[in-house]
């Protein structure tokens, strides 16, 4: 029997070694923590969390909650963990990242037919390989990856400052989830009035980035996860319409909705720490403390973790890849993760889902599988290898990806609630099948 060597143990790597075990193949899972760190990397565990903590919506007719879904008929082990592990946090998936880790952890160390390993890999071993190293692969192997695939792209991704949550200012914020999905307490809200947000806004423009070496980070910085300072510079009303938007929200205190909002959400299951939601940053560490002060619900605010910024890569897929995650030029070779292209934690894992189905299908001579096109996977595994993208840039799930329903549905809850169940049907038709 083949064994398959995955070189990264984040979401993508665990998962596509849980669906390699599961059939029966022994796989041996190269993880170069605790030996070596990324610049984004702390943690010893596997699958760690290095922005958000949160999966984003679980409601199967949103973009997000249909990959979820999909993934957890796949046999997923990253959706059961989160939902184990989960924190309150309105209508999405959120959870406590040490805890995640730990649970990943634990799963993957007792399954018999995984061996991990805790050291770098520096060269692309021969046989069947799947690549899941992450967009911080470590330079020696990323020069390896640019030498293979003839070169890389790259971009710069951003992770949100954690405050404690006993020095948040609560007699100038308040509790409720937008449009008042899920509990009350789920997020922290801190309001702004129009004078108050126009000084913080002044401060935001003008205040000092770290360096990013050679790169211009305006140019290079990846849309779905902007530095607000970035995102602000802009335009005036931009934040005030993304990450600081009011939109379904009361302020208890006047009455009426604020003018611009911070939300702020749980970090960890007791509530002790909580994220900026929406606000990654370069700004220097002092810059962020005294500009995020200006929020008068941050005014004495504590940070656990001051937001970071970190070069991303990720390879040509639509030229490298097929939409089993194989390459090419070299069919026992595979990759996952956002290193091909996929934007998100979850979309990281469904893409070692399909790495790992495919690697045991090739091994065990049978077809590849790739899900239907009207499901998340499917669509974002057709987007990667999609040779007519001239200007490939990561993509995460959305609904625009899935082809249009038969019938033109003009309200937009129903139209994605009918493409979601379009979607899962179609994979439950295959599962069936297979």
């Known amino acids: ?18 669906q390699l075990a599961k059939r029966g193949i022994e796989v041996e899972l190269y993880e170069m923590k605790p030996v070596k760190y990324s610049p984004a990397h702390s943690s010893e565990g596997l699958a760690e969390l290095v922005c958000s903590n949160s999966f984003k919506a ?10 979820k879904a999909e993934m957890e008929m796949l046999g997923s082990l990253c959706v059961p963990c989160a939902k184990q592990t989960s924190v309150p946090a309105g209508g999405a998936l959120a959870v406590d990242r040490d805890r995640f880790s730990a649970l990943v952890t634990e799963k993957i160390m007792g399954e018999k037919n995984i061996t991990l390993i805790r050291e770098e890999v520096t060269e692309i071993p021969d ?33 949100a400052p954690v405050v404690t949550a006993k020095s948040i200012n609560f007699d100038k914020a308040f509790l409720q989830s937008r449009y008042d999905r899920g509990e009350p307490d789920d997020y922290v809200n801190c309001p702004l009035s129009k004078e108050e947000y126009e000084v913080f806004y002044e401060n935001l423009i003008n205040a000092e980035s770290a360096p990013v070496h050679s790169f211009d980070r305006r140019k290079d910085v990846y849309e779905g996860c ?12 931009t934040i005030r319409f993304g990450p600081m938007k009011p939109a379904g929200l009361t302020d208890p205190a006047t009455g009426r909705r604020p003018w611009a909002n911070l939300q702020l959400r749980k970090e960890n299951r007791e509530g002790t720490m909580y994220n900026l939601v929406g606000f990654q940053t370069n700004l220097k560490f002092p810059e962020q403390k005294r500009v995020f002060s200006l929020i008068p619900a941050l005014e004495n605010a504590e940070y656990v973790r001051y937001g970071v910024m970190h070069r991303n890569t990720f390879i040509d897929s639509p030229r490298l890849l097929n939409a089993d995650f194989s390459m090419r030029e070299r069919s026992n070779l595979f990759f996952a993760g956002q290193i091909t292209g996929v934007e998100g934690y979850m979309e990281s894992a469904a893409s070692g889902i399909l790495a790992g189905i495919n690697a045991a299908n090739r091994i065990e001579g049978r077809q590849a599988f790739i899900p239907s096109p009207f499901t998340m996977t499917g669509s974002l595994a057709r987007y990667i290898s999609d040779e007519s993208i001239k200007n490939f840039q990561p993509m995460g799930a959305a609904f625009g990806l899935l082809p249009p329903a038969e019938e033109r549905i003009r309200d937009k809850k129903l139209r994605y609630k009918t493409l979601a169940e379009r979607g899962l049907s179609a994979l439950q038709n295959q599962l069936d099948e297979s």
Do not use: H, Q, Y
Request: glycine content about 12%; proline content about 3%; charged content about 20%.
């Open 1 to 18: 029997m083949s064994r398959v060597k995955i070189i990264g143990a984040g979401f993508a790597g665990c998962e596509a070694a849980w």
């Open 127 to 159: 046989g069947f390989v799947i690549i899941a190293a992450g967009p911080l692969a470590s330079e020696a192997l990323s020069e390896k990856i640019k030498e293979l695939c003839g070169g890389n792209l790259s971009f710069f991704d951003a992770a």
């Open 226 to 237: 902007m530095p607000i300072e970035v995102m602000a510079a802009r335009g005036k009303d």
């Open 58 to 67: 679980l409601r199967t007719e949103s973009a997000a909650g249909m990959l």
